[in-house]
């Protein structure tokens, strides 16, 4: 046997002895985990785009197991109960667009070379916790250093720190000198820097962008991030202009679709979306200059739209008293109004849309701030909140698991003390935060053992 075989072999041999034991241990199945009963004031579970009043969810462990009529829950008189009967309860919401490893509160002009990878970490840890704790109870997380979102996803899931269920990416991929690329700097500067993120995040022509697609599958990714036009917050590089061309983006989703990954692609310029979309994507993200052909298509495809329309008033606002460079503020000027109407337009033409901020650029624990502006150009509430829910979960593809309040997904769930169907900006305030049937707010005082 080669070498290299037989010590494979043995390491083989070593694991299976080492897991017996805790394989036959299983055998003796442990007691399920007792019922705990949630009475909804009002549930808006959805499946539709109604509430019901009075309604009982059964959670055991981390999953519901029934939906019910309260007139129909018999509830044993010894049993755990978390009273919400005076709140409306929701499915935990879906954020399709964060950057967990990054800061909104301030701005460093040289803040790539001071960068490091532990700094992603510490932000992470934090803005994962403020997210939980803002009601979102998962994130597609699309674009950060290699690879922070999978550590991230996998310290989450551990349960070693709190934090929504992570979708997690890669860096997003990027032609050479494109949104995604460190520009401005000398080539001296710019080699010492993130080779990790160039080696991963960096493509030009089809057959690089085939390898770092397999390369960020191979280490963990969920989901692939390209970005297909300019953008506004990188220096060089124009938000409308087309950066990676059909044949580089059709090739990431054939490699990424075969693994069974999504697209998502990031795309201000009305060209780059169009041929995003016909290349294949399974979002657009921004779609600021999205025009009526660029809508048909994504109707037509079925792309999901994911529009960051609160972003605008914190570029604009606060990201200016701490010093956003000009060029980046001047290209927000050109892109924010237009990504708003083009936005009202897609909702009235049917284009699907999921709800996703960039939290990141405003910050974490904010990102409920955008269900006004969804409302304000074009949504009804109960279509935002399917956009953070049963659509945003469609899109990231764990419909199966969390979106909506149905028996068999898990317990993710949040109330607020106000009807959001009236005021949808009440999310804004989220009083009670479950995740897979832990409480991990509760300014209800529901959950108290009584
Ligand atoms: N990450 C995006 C970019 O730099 C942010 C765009 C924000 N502006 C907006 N109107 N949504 O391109």
Same mark, same amino acid.
């Given at each position: 046997?080669?070498?290299?075989?037989?010590?494979?072999?043995?390491?083989?041999?070593?694991?299976?002895?080492?897991?017996?034991?805790?394989?036959?241990?299983?055998?003796?199945?442990?007691?399920?985990?007792?019922?705990?009963?949630?009475?909804?004031?009002?549930?808006?579970?959805?499946?539709?785009?109604?509430?019901?009043?009075? *309604? /009982?969810?059964?959670?055991? +462990?981390?999953? #519901? $197991?029934?939906?019910?009529?309260?007139?129909?829950?018999?509830? !044993? %008189?010894?049993?755990?109960?978390?009273?919400?009967?005076?709140?409306?309860?929701?499915?935990?919401?879906?954020?399709?667009?964060?950057?967990?490893?990054?800061?909104?509160?301030?701005?460093?002009?040289?803040?790539?070379?001071?960068?490091?990878?532990?700094?992603?970490?510490?932000?992470?840890?934090?803005?994962?916790?403020?997210?939980?704790?803002?009601?979102?109870?998962?994130?597609?997380?699309?674009?950060?250093?290699?690879?922070?979102?999978?550590?991230?996803?996998?310290?989450?899931?551990?349960?070693?720190?709190?934090?929504?269920? *992570? /979708?997690?990416?890669?860096? +997003?991929?990027? #032609? $050479?000198?494109?949104?995604?690329?460190?520009?401005?700097?000398? !080539? %001296?500067?710019?080699?010492?820097?993130?080779?990790?993120?160039?080696?991963?995040?960096?493509?030009?022509?089809?057959?690089?962008?085939?390898?770092?697609?397999?390369?960020?599958?191979?280490?963990?990714?969920?989901?692939?991030?390209?970005?297909?036009?300019?953008?506004?917050?990188?220096?060089?590089?124009?938000?409308?202009?087309?950066?990676?061309?059909?044949?580089?983006?059709?090739?990431?989703?054939?490699?990424?679709?075969?693994?069974?990954?999504?697209?998502?692609?990031?795309?201000?310029?009305?060209?780059?979306?169009?041929?995003? *979309?016909?290349?294949?994507?399974?979002?657009?993200?921004?779609?600021?200059?999205?025009?009526?052909?660029?809508?048909?298509?994504?109707?037509?495809?079925?792309?999901?739209?994911?529009?960051?329309?609160?972003?605008?008033?914190?570029?604009?606002?606060?990201?200016?008293?701490?010093?956003?460079?000009?060029?980046?503020?001047?290209?927000?000027?050109?892109?924010?109004?237009?990504?708003?109407?083009?936005?009202?337009?897609?909702?009235?033409?049917?284009?699907?849309?999921?709800?996703?901020?960039?939290?990141?650029?405003?910050?974490?624990?904010?990102?409920?701030?955008?269900?006004?502006?969804?409302?304000?150009?074009?949504?009804?509430?109960?279509?935002?909140?399917?956009?953070?829910?049963?659509?945003?979960?469609?899109?990231?593809?764990?419909?199966?698991?969390?979106?909506?309040?149905?028996?068999?997904?898990?317990?993710?769930?949040?109330?607020?003390?106000?009807?959001?169907?009236?005021?949808?900006?009440?999310?804004?305030?989220?009083?009670?935060?479950?995740?897979?049937?832990?409480?991990?707010?509760?300014?209800?005082?529901?959950?108290?053992?009584?």
């Amino acid at each position: 046997m080669p070498r290299k075989l037989s010590a494979l072999c043995s390491l083989l041999f070593a694991l299976a002895a080492f897991s017996l034991p805790s394989a036959l241990a299983q055998t003796a199945k442990p007691a399920p985990p007792p019922p705990t009963y949630i009475k909804a004031g009002h549930l808006f579970d959805a499946t539709s785009d109604q509430l019901r009043d009075d *309604v /009982v969810v059964v959670v055991e +462990g981390e999953r #519901i $197991t029934r939906v019910l009529p309260a007139a129909q829950a018999v509830i !044993p %008189a010894d049993a755990a109960v978390i009273d919400l009967s005076k709140a409306w309860v929701l499915p935990g919401l879906i954020d399709c667009h964060t950057h967990l490893e990054g800061r909104a509160d301030k701005y460093d002009p040289i803040n790539d070379v001071k960068y490091t990878p532990f700094l992603g970490g510490f932000n992470g840890v934090v803005n994962a916790n403020l997210t939980l704790q803002a009601g979102f109870t998962s994130v597609r997380d699309v674009g950060s250093q290699p690879f922070f979102a999978v550590d991230l996803r996998r310290t989450i899931d551990e349960g070693f720190i709190p934090g929504p269920r *992570v /979708v997690a990416s890669g860096p +997003g991929i990027s #032609i $050479t000198g494109g949104h995604g690329d460190m520009n401005g700097f000398a !080539p %001296a500067v710019e080699n010492m820097m993130y080779p990790a993120e160039r080696d991963y995040g960096i493509v030009d022509g089809p057959e690089q962008m085939r390898h770092v697609v397999r390369e960020q599958i191979k280490y963990g990714v969920d989901v692939i991030k390209i970005l297909a036009t300019g953008g506004v917050l990188s220096q060089g590089d124009k938000p409308g202009a087309e950066q990676l061309t059909y044949e580089e983006m059709k090739m990431a989703v054939d490699e990424a679709h075969r693994a069974g990954r999504k697209v998502a692609a990031h795309a201000h310029g009305t060209e780059g979306i169009k041929n995003a *979309v016909r290349a294949g994507v399974d979002s657009i993200e921004h779609g600021s200059l999205l025009d009526q052909e660029g809508m048909d298509l994504m109707k037509a495809h079925g792309t999901y739209l994911v529009a960051d329309i609160y972003n605008d008033d914190y570029i604009l606002g606060k990201a200016i008293d701490f010093g956003l460079p000009k060029e980046m503020v001047d290209k927000e000027k050109t892109v924010g109004r237009l990504q708003r109407e083009n936005f009202a337009k897609a909702v009235a033409a049917g284009v699907k849309i999921a709800f996703g901020t960039d939290a990141g650029v405003y910050p974490h624990g904010d990102n409920a701030k955008q269900f006004h502006y969804m409302v304000k150009f074009g949504m009804t509430p109960a279509g935002a909140i399917r956009a953070a829910t049963s659509s945003a979960a469609d899109l990231i593809d764990r419909a199966a698991t969390v979106g909506t309040l149905e028996a068999g997904k898990y317990a993710d769930l949040i109330a607020v003390t106000a009807n959001p169907l009236d005021r949808v900006e009440t999310l804004e305030h989220v009083a009670f935060v479950m995740k897979g049937g832990k409480v991990y707010k509760d300014e209800t005082g529901a959950a108290k053992p009584r």
